[in-house]
Structure formats: C-alpha cells, structure tokens
C-alpha cells in the first residue's frame, strides 16, 4: 500500500473526504521526505494550498501515522514523513532551524535498558537535543 493509499484509508474510515488540497499536501510530504514546518510546506505546495487547510490537515497525517511530530522549537513544530523512513532521533539548531539526523545503537540499547529496568514496555521514542550548529555557534562568537 502506498502512503496515499494508506492516508485515503484513513480518512474514509474517519468519514472524511480525500480532498484534491489533501492529496497535494500527502504527495507533497511523501515526495519531499525531509523535515519541514507548516511554512515550509505552505511554500512547497506553491501557495495551491491555503496555510489553514495544511493546518487542519496536518494533525490528520499525524494520526494516520504518515508523519510524527519531530519536536518543538521556538514555538514552531517540525515534522517529517514516517513512510518509508527507518527509526532515528535529532539535533536542532535554535538559531538556524537546521535539523541533524543521527542514529546511535548505544543510545538505543540503553533506552531499552532504561525501559526493563522499570518494568516499561516501550512503543515509541523521540529523542531530540536543542543548541548551537557549527555555523551559528561560529557566528556567535
Ligand atoms: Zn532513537
Ligand atoms: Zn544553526
Ligand atoms: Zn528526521
């Protein structure tokens, strides 16, 4: 099944209309697969669609599990596409907005060890640590 597929699904279930402005929206995340904010994907889709339909659009995708909520910062909530994108957790420049992916085995190990110890069954994580990049710390100075 395609995110699109899955997406439409969703919305049928829900008793919800596939919208042309909501397909545009699902194949715009499906294609950028990066993270982005409600602006940037308001540029993304060239203005077609209004800032208030990616804003009630976007907690629908969230929900369907096509997208997950990075993290927050200074206000603004970055998201990026599930579908097809393996497990990983984030750095975030305050300054900047630029998003670092990584992914540590270690640091996973030892949430799962975190999570027996306390007798945890864990279904999700976000990891996501706040600062400085290079560049803006360089600009700093
Ligand atoms: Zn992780
Ligand atoms: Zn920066
Ligand atoms: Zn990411």
Do not use: N
């Not at 579908?83 to 992914?103: A, Q």
């Amino acid at each position: 099944m395609t995110g699109i597929e899955r997406f439409r699904l969703f919305l049928k279930e829900k008793g919800l209309k596939f919208t042309p402005e909501r397909r545009k929206i699902v194949e715009e995340i499906i294609s950028f697969h990066d993270h982005f904010d409600v602006e940037t994907l308001y540029h993304r889709l060239k203005r077609k669609v209004s800032l208030a339909t990616i804003y009630r659009t976007l907690p629908l995708l969230r929900e369907s599990g096509l997208i997950r909520e990075v993290l927050r910062c200074q206000g603004r909530a970055v998201f990026e596409s599930v579908w097809g994108h393996p497990h990983h957790d984030h750095l975030i420049c305050i300054v900047c907005g630029k998003v670092i992916e990584f992914e540590d085995e270690r640091i996973e190990k030892l949430q799962e060890e975190v999570c027996r110890k306390f007798g945890f069954q864990p279904v999700e994580h976000r990891l996501g640590i706040k600062g400085y990049c290079k560049e803006c710390q360089r600009k700093i100075k």
